[in-house]
């Protein structure tokens, strides 16, 4: 890694670290500077602003969501084991503990910055979640009715965060849930799932 791109990184992680501990407004580039052990004009020579300076450390935030590879239907395999492996790995990915933080300090600025709110969701939008890749073949295969996948997909991520990623957001812990996973799924695919109708 060449010097500038470490000092960079070094400027982001104290940046993290100075907006969650004392929120975007009580935040000073000049604490972050010396966390990140550079002189402020450096930090000026990355970062414009604090507030470019929290769209970076944002941009990262939908990076780490956005990380995992979109999953491709399989006609092979069942079509419910398909969405556990999926959603198991995406879960595991925004709940990994640096992304966490990363969100809790992110949407506490969200929730007191509504202009800032519209924007990142604006730029969370053009993000797909991997597994519409894998609702969307299905469609196109026949497995589940056509009807816009991504949609189709924040329904069943709307059931599978309630359960797997706010307690965890907001307790700071994880729940013992075992099979709530499968009936989320099992909902799913019972509105979403093509049945034979023919005698």
Known sequence: ??????KRE??????????????????????????????????????????????AICEIMIERNSVMAPVAYDADRALNEQLEDALQRYISVITEKETMGLNRMVNAELL???????????????????????????????????????????????????????????????QELDGVMQDCIAMFLSYYRVTDTGS
């Open 1 to 6: 890694m060449k010097l500038t791109e470490k």
């Open 10 to 55: 070094n400027i982001i992680e104290a940046a993290i670290e100075e907006f969650r501990q004392q929120g975007y407004l009580g935040a000073k580039t000049t604490r972050i500077a010396k966390q990140a052990g550079v002189s402020s004009r450096t930090l000026y020579n990355h970062f414009d602003s604090k507030e470019q300076l929290f769209n």
């Open 112 to 174: 007191r910055d509504l202009e800032r709110s519209r924007a990142f969701f604006a730029e969370f939008a053009t993000h797909d979640y991997p597994m519409t890749q894998l609702i969307a073949d299905a469609m196109q295969a026949g497995a589940l009715r056509k009807a816009d996948p991504v949609y189709a997909t924040n329904q069943l991520l709307g059931l599978v965060k309630s359960f797997f990623f706010w307690p965890e957001f907001l307790l700071g812990e994880k």
